[in-house]
């Protein structure tokens, strides 16, 4: 598994770990973040049960066993957190920060031993020991219940299952050419994404914000101009298009 | 070598959750046959009565059937809760075990990672910890599985009892003139009841001794440290 640092400071790394050439196949390729600080870490959305061990070793190459505390769980997707139960087992202290709404669906993945820290429907600020981070409300993309992480420091936006593309693997971690990857993303959100009144909501509230990173859980990163690129092709994108797809009965 | 030995695993835990499993739908039907012994001794005070002092030995007879009922569905009610313990042992087992495999293919994958032979001293302290925790998961398992098995024998008494009371059942009901032969059709009722819960029984043995096998097939395999996959 590939790991990328985002971005650097005195105080914390943001790091991306993708690309797993040992990812078996029909799994869909997810996207690892990793916010480490001197001594304690952040997973945010740690992946699936099968790609637990690649995503386990490349966080130790960037930080102790011990170190890792905490982990953000944007919403309760199987290839989100299904490995929550190994990291159950295998961290010595763990605080789980996810959506309250999931909190008894999520506890089914063997949750015995950590800690659940519901996040309320408007948002909360997770905390390291010299850092913190926002996870802003996402709800309805896709998931009921759908956080994302906003660092105004770095400007990076984890955007979960925004932003989204399906590639070939291997494919590059920035977008390079935004026009040649839409076709990779528009039927990733037209069908993943329910509802257009939470995407205009949630564009309304990330054009406020100063993101210099957009950081999906599958696919490529948009950085600088590809932002607002991205915001603007998300704005004028139908979702929602299983509807009119009830011809059975 | 990794892929092979926890496919193995995999395939002990599968069987030894449907060993368990098999417990208790083997001891489900317990209850509606201890239900019918009550209702045959419902039936027998009912024909003691109208066959009044005919049938005077009888009657306490039904008492006893009714109590050994009443028994039966309790014992085996106390069965089940058991072997819901032994299911969450045997998954806590599971857990502990997979994460264990897990870590294993990590060393290697951070060994390649980082170009180095050495294996991480964290994931290593981990998978002590593990073979201990497992020691003591299987432990407390076969502590279980003892008081499931002394249970079954404890039903496996009373069903005795249930037996010879049949046979003073048929000895008084020839006493009982033109209403032996309704006594004798409850007696029968009653054996045939005892019968069936016996091979329950027996079948449910039979599952916890087989999960105990698979439980100790289970402890023989450990995780050899650095093997590749
Ligand atoms: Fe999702
Ligand atoms: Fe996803």
């Not at chain 1, 740690?46 to 066993?65: M, N």
């Not at chain 1, 009144?197 to 100063?210: C, E, M, P, S």
């Not at chain 2, 037996?163 to 009982?176: D, L, P, Q, Y």
């Amino acid at each position: 598994m590939k790991v990328t640092s985002l971005y650097n400071n005195e105080t914390y790394e943001w790091l991306v770990m993708a690309r797993d050439p040992e990812k078996p196949d029909k799994i869909i390729d997810t996207n690892q973040y990793l916010i480490k600080e001197k001594n304690r870490a952040l997973l945010l959305d740690p992946g699936g049960i099968e790609i637990f061990s690649s995503v386990l070793a490349a966080t130790l190459t960037q930080t102790k066993l011990e170190h890792i505390t905490d982990i953000f769980g944007s919403h309760q997707d199987p290839d989100i957190v299904s490995s929550l139960g190994l990291w159950n087992e295998v961290l010595p202290k763990l605080t789980l920060h996810a959506p309250w709404l999931w909190e008894g669906f999520l506890r089914h993945f063997n949750c015995s031993k950590l800690e659940y820290n519901p996040i309320p429907d408007e948002g909360k600020i997770i905390t390291l020991d010299n850092s913190e981070f926002h996870a802003i409300p996402a709800h309805y993309l896709h998931a009921s219940g759908n956080f994302h992480i906003y660092d105004p420091q770095a400007k990076i936006l984890m955007s979960g299952d925004v932003g989204a593309a399906l590639e070939a693997p291997g494919a590059p971690i920035f977008v390079e050419n935004f026009d040649e990857h839409v076709e990779k993303m528009r039927f990733f959100h037209q069908r993943w994404m329910p509802s257009n009144d939470a995407k205009q909501d949630w564009i309304r509230r990330v054009r406020g914000l100063n993101i210099e990173i957009m950081a999906p859980q599958h696919g490529r990163l948009f950085r600088g101009d590809d932002v607002g690129r991205f915001l603007n092709w998300f704005e004028r994108l139908d979702v929602g298009i299983a509807l009119g797809r009830s011809g059975m009965i | 070598m990794q892929n092979i030995e926890s496919s193995l695993q995999v395939k002990i835990n599968v069987d030894l959750f449907v060993a368990i499993a098999s417990v208790s739908a083997e001891l489900a039907s317990v209850t509606t046959i201890s239900r019918q012994i009550s209702l045959s001794a419902k039936n027998a005070k009912a024909i003691a009565a109208r066959a009044g002092n005919k049938a005077l030995g009888f009657r306490p007879i039904t008492d006893f059937i009714d109590e050994v009922a009443v028994n039966i569905a309790k014992l085996v009610s106390g069965v089940d809760h058991e072997t819901v313990k032994l299911s969450r042992l045997a998954i806590a087992n599971f857990y502990v075990e997979d994460a264990a495999a897990k870590v294993n293919t990590t060393l290697n994958k951070l060994n390649r990672l980082q170009e180095t032979d050495t294996d991480n001293e964290e994931l290593i302290q981990f998978l002590d910890k593990s073979i201990d925790l497992q020691e003591t998961v299987q432990m407390q398992y076969r502590r279980q599985m003892n008081e499931l098995l002394s249970l079954l024998e404890e039903t496996n008494t009373q069903l005795q009892s249930a037996e010879m009371i049949c046979t003073t059942s048929r000895t008084e009901a020839t006493r009982a003139g033109e209403f032996q032969s309704s006594l004798e059709v409850v007696a029968d009722e009653v054996a045939h009841s005892v019968e069936k819960v016996k091979k329950i029984l027996r079948a449910s043995r039979l599952c916890v001794i087989e999960a105990s096998d698979r439980m100790r097939m289970n402890g023989g395999i450990r995780y050899t440290l650095g093997t590749t996959e």
